[in-house]
């Protein structure tokens, strides 16, 4: 089966940087997607890495280790508008395209 | 277009009544998801349609639950003998063949009482 692994909380000032990590378990990985839902929200995708290595956009960049089953997510310049729920996701070849998530990390930013 | 719709945003139910959802896709989308969210949760995998074909269904999708997409277009979510297991937010996305990204409706939120 498929399981991902991200802490439940994190907790971090304005002006911070926060990293958010993710260790997954696939029989057929594809690839790692980061998703951001506020309370009451959609989900909204903020990055996806097929390859290992790190992709930035903007104040956000998001890192995958394919050997280790690893990925992080890192927030930038931390803004109390990040508070949100953030979601790792996994594509499994065996699940077709359907996106498998974790079961999310509240970020909570203080002023 | 502005993005996926979903219809209706808040649904109270009693335990037996039938329910059904409508979820509209960003109009050039050829894929469609529904998923399933309880609180404190991630979107659990339901079913998934390319144009009008079903082509994957969860093991989470019980006899139950129905799901139709007769154009390519909308879709419609069905549960039958609604149960108070059945109460969470349900999330339609779309995408097109090839894209990563899954655009999500803003949910059809179920209380079964």
């Known amino acids: 089966g498929q399981s991902l692994e ?24 594809y690839g790692l997607s980061w998703y951001q839902q506020h309370d009451g929200g959609a ?11 790190l992709e930035e956009t903007g104040r956000f960049s998001s890192f995958l280790s394919r050997s280790d089953s690893y990925g992080y997510l890192l927030l930038q310049e ?25 079961k999310g990390t509240t970020l909570s930013v203080s002023s | 277009d502005t993005g996926v719709s979903q219809n ?9 009544q039938n329910v059904t959802f409508r979820c509209d896709p960003i109009s050039e989308h050829n894929r469609l998801y529904w998923y399933r969210q309880t609180l404190g949760q991630g979107p659990e995998f339901l ?3 390319q144009n009008e074909a079903q082509l994957e269904k ?15 277009s909308f ?26 990204t899954q655009y999500f409706g803003p949910g059809t939120r179920l209380l079964v009482l």
């Open chain 2, 58 to 72: 969860s093991r989470l999708l019980s006899d139950r639950f129905s799901a139709e997409r007769p154009k390519g």
């Open chain 2, 75 to 100: 879709s419609t979510l069905e549960i039958q003998r609604t149960e108070q297991g059945d109460s969470a937010m349900y999330l339609c996305a779309s995408t097109r063949t090839g894209e990563e």
């Open chain 1, 43 to 53: 989900p909204t995708f903020l990055s996806y890495n097929a390859l290992d290595g």
């Open chain 2, 8 to 16: 209706p945003r808040h649904k109270i139910t009693k335990r037996g």
């Open chain 1, 78 to 102: 931390l803004q109390m508008k990040d508070s949100a729920s953030y979601f790792c996701a996994v594509r499994d070849r065996r699940a077709g395209t359907a996106l498998i998530f974790g």
């Open chain 1, 6 to 29: 991200q802490p439940s909380e994190v907790t971090a000032v304005e002006g911070a940087i926060v990293q958010i990590n993710c260790t997954y378990q696939t029989s057929g990985f």
């Open chain 2, 47 to 49: 079913t998934y349609f």
